[in-house]
Each structure stands twice: as structure tokens, then as C-alpha cells.
């Protein structure tokens, strides 16, 4: 058995129902063309065209077989969150989306729905999340700028999101957003390929300086792409805190209650996350259905250098602990 904790979902018949109710949301623009959807936000640009795989389950189904995963557990798509909507609609809009994924993933017993929440807003937040656990979510998936494009997971407006997440245990997985501001990554397909990574690491950085993950120990965060450079930069932040006494939290103590997805592609690298974080953190994930996912996750863990036992923690019983299935 093997369990991916990273893919994800929009469902092809919320979009059709969005149809009807697009009036519900008066910002944000749903834009159809020759079979492709597309979503606007707060008068910005359309996001990518949400390709079929992303709304369809049949491809899913039979990826899943075919790699040998019998659960997939599933978000939204970070470009749909709509982080960057007034704090109410974008409260509504994460309602309507968790409603749409439980509703279709309810039927289909090999995917497991992760609510999305509207970061742009601390207490808003912290509502969604309280409604979307007593509707039987098991974890969440955030973007790590929490606005869309801007914002930081420790701006204090969010103090409410992180306390409801410490109270209830929350598993929260962290993802890099779609950033293409630096032109410098405009070329060679860098905004997917370095990017995201960067985006990732300075997320992470800031909530290890800032003391967030043991001031709020109880939220159970996954960090994305393998962590993303942070395993591999985590002496270069000691250094930095050891450098300015008394400034920063210490980065080693936050990093210590992260776990990470094993998305590296690399067996080497793996062996190395798991070296550095302890196997018992460490989760399968693909980043289905896009093509700069591993999408044949567990021939990783398959071809390390880990124990029979260990591999069967990552593919397995891991995310069967973390999320409680």
C-alpha cells in the first residue's frame, strides 16, 4: 500500500456549477474557451488554463493503479485559492471549493480531500479551518504567500489562523505559489523549476526565525518539494542566528517539528532528507497531475539506500499517523 500526500484536485463539476453562481462572487471571473476553464481574481490577470487532469479522476484513477497508490490525498490548486479576494468572499470562495472537493472526493474512497483557507485573513482563517475539520477534513493546503502573489505566514493578522492550528492539531501542507515577478525566471521554464523552491525556503526561513513552529507546536506542518533548499541551507540559518545573538528564534528547534514530502527525484537526496530530519517525518508525494511532479513517486524510496522498514514508513504508515486515516 502507498499513501501520496501531495497532489491535487479541482473538481470539473464545481467549475460548472460555478457557472450559475459566479454572481456569488463578484470578484472573480470564470473564463471558458474550446473546452479549457480559466479563473480571475480581484480584476487580476487569469490564471493558467486548469487542465483536464486537474478536474478529471479517470487519468487519476488510473495513474494511481498504475504506480501502486491506493490514496491520494488532495488539495485545490494554489493559482484558484484566491488568497487575493476581500477577506469575506474569499472566505465564501474557500467554503464553496472545500464543500465541491468533500462533496466529489466523498464518493471516490482513494482520495482524500485537503481544505483550502483564506490566508488573506487571520480570523477568517481560523473560522474556515474550525468548519472545514468539523466537516471531516483532514488537513489543509496553503500557499506560502498567503495573499496570492505577497504576504507572509507571520504577519500577526494570522496569529488567530496559527492558534487554531496549535489547538487543533491541524496538519497544514505548505505550498510553493506560481511566482513569476523575478524576470530573471521567465526563461527556460525556471518559475516551476527554481522559483517555486525559492519561494519556498524564505516561507519556511521566516516562520523558523520567528519561533512560529514552537510557539505553535501543535500545527503540524508539511513542507513541500522535499523542504526545498531549506535541509540543505539549514547551517547557513544557524549561522545567521548564531551571528546576531538574541535577534531570531533558532531556526533548529522550528525545523525539528517539520515533516517534508518526498518529492527530491533523487534517491541520494532522499537518503540525505531522511539523515537530516529522521524518517519518521519525512512522507510520500507526487504533485499530481503536473508534469514537474514525480510521477512515478515511489520509485525513489524504492531504489534508496533505506531499510525495508523505513521505505514502508514513507510510502505508508507515516501518512496513515500523521493524518489518521
Known amino acids: 500500500m502507498a499513501i501520496d500526500t501531495h497532489a491535487h484536485f479541482i ?10 453562481r459566479i454572481s456569488d462572487f463578484p470578484n472573480i471571473d470564470l473564463i471558458e474557451q474550446s473546452g479549457s476553464f480559466q479563473l480571475a481574481f480581484a480584476g487580476g490577470s487569469p490564471s493558467r488554463p486548469i487542465m483536464g487532469r486537474l478536474r478529471e479522476t479517470e487519468d487519476r484513477n488510473a495513474w494511481m493503479k498504475q504506480n501502486g497508490i491506493d490514496v491520494q490525498i488532495s488539495g485545490g490548486w494554489v493559482d484558484a485559492f484566491g488568497n487575493q479576494l476581500p477577506a469575506d468572499e474569499g472566505a465564501e470562495w474557500a467554503r464553496y471549493c472545500n464543500k465541491w472537493l468533500m462533496k466529489t472526493c466523498g464518493n471516490d474512497s482513494g482520495i482524500v480531500p485537503l481544505a483550502i ?21 483532514k488537513g489543509f493546503m496553503i500557499g506560502a504567500q498567503t495573499k496570492g502573489i505577497g504576504g507572509t505566514l507571520d504577519d500577526p493578522d ?26 530573471r525566471v521567465l526563461d527556460f521554464d525556471m518559475v516551476n523549476a527554481v522559483s517555486r523552491i525559492n519561494d519556498q525556503t524564505i516561507a519556511l526561513a521566516r516562520i523558523l526565525f520567528t519561533g512560529h513552529l514552537t510557539k505553535y507546536s501543535g500545527a503540524k506542518v ?25 535577534k531570531y528564534s533558532d531556526p533548529r528547534e522550528g525545523f525539528s517539528q517539520l515533516y517534508f514530502d518526498s518529492i527530491v527525484f533523487e534517491p541520494e537526496v532522499l537518503d540525505f532528507l531522511v539523515a537530516r530530519v529522521g524518517v519518521e517525518r519525512v512522507l510520500l508525494g507526487s504533485d499530481w497531475p503536473f508534469p514537474i511532479g514525480d510521477l512515478e513517486p515511489c520509485e525513489v524510496v524504492k531504489k534508496s539506500s533505506l531499510s525495508s522498514n523505513n521505505k514502508a514508513r514513507i510510502l505508508e504508515t507515516n501518512a496513515q499517523v500523521l493524518f489518521k486515516l
Do not use: C
Open 11 to 20: 473538481p470539473q463539476a464545481m467549475l460548472e456549477d460555478l457557472r450559475n
Open 158 to 183: 494570522l496569529d488567530p489562523f496559527w492558534a487554531k492550528a496549535h489547538e487543533t492539531g491541524a496538519v497544514i501542507l505548505l505550498h510553493p505559489v506560481f511566482d513569476a515577478s523575478d524576470p
Open 222 to 246: 508539511i513542507a513541500s518539494t522535499g523542504g526545498a533548499a531549506l535541509p540543505y541551507a539549514l547551517g547557513r540559518l544557524i549561522r545567521n542566528f548564531k551571528a546576531h545573538p538574541g
Open 117 to 137: 483557507l483564506p490566508t488573506q485573513s487571520g480570523t477568517h482563517a481560523a473560522a474556515v479551518m474550525q468548519e472545514a475539520l468539523n466537516d471531516g477534513f
